[in-house]
């Protein structure tokens, strides 16, 4: 029979649970961790576990969403560093993604197998429609202020939007593209797509 915990203790080991999570799905991915892994790293029974999630991928879904948290605070620095110049703005925001999914432990080894299509099976569309809903209405007040200030090209926001997800899931596509050439690539295509989105001032 699972244990009771206090509320401090529920507090602890549910922020551990998390921290584990990272670390264990940094290494091993989503698929290939364990329940197992993930309370015997906390000390806690496994019947224990359901007490703060109901299943692994929630816990994923948790920690997914704290690492894009952490993202939209980068990407707001970006923006409000490049506030006024649209094109600068625009081609930091996109690399500020990338750079995430390439140094960001966690994002990357998600993004880099096919544990992010398991967890699409796995976990409800309203899950993911929200996420994806929060994204978007993170951005969508940038685009409009870009083109408020005439920088960016009066296009619905939200296909904007969907062109830099178009151009960071080509990221995916690195091995295909070649390693070798592949940085040189995506700052041509970044070059190309800032300059179709964004209005050139004389």
Known sequence: ??????QQEQELIREELIEKGKEL????????????????????????????FSSKEELFFTIFELEGD?????ISQQILNNSKNAARGLKGLIKVILRE?????????IYNSDDLDYAYQKLSKEQWDEHRSLSVKALIPVIEMWQEQGGLIEEDPEIIINVI??????????????????PETMD??????????TVKRN
């Open 101 to 109: 999914m390439e140094e960001n432990p966690i994002i990357s080894k």
């Open 70 to 74: 952490k993202l939209r605070g980068e």
């Open 1 to 6: 029979m699972p244990r009771h915990f206090s």
């Open 25 to 52: 799905i940094a290494v091993f991915g989503l698929k290939k961790t364990t329940i197992s892994d993930l309370t015997k790293a906390v000390g806690i029974s496994k019947g224990s576990f359901y007490n703060f």
């Open 165 to 182: 997800r178009a151009v960071i899931s080509i990221s995916l596509h690195k091995k295909e593209i070649g390693e070798e050439i592949y």
């Open 188 to 197: 041509l295509l970044i070059d190309l797509v800032t300059e179709g989105l």
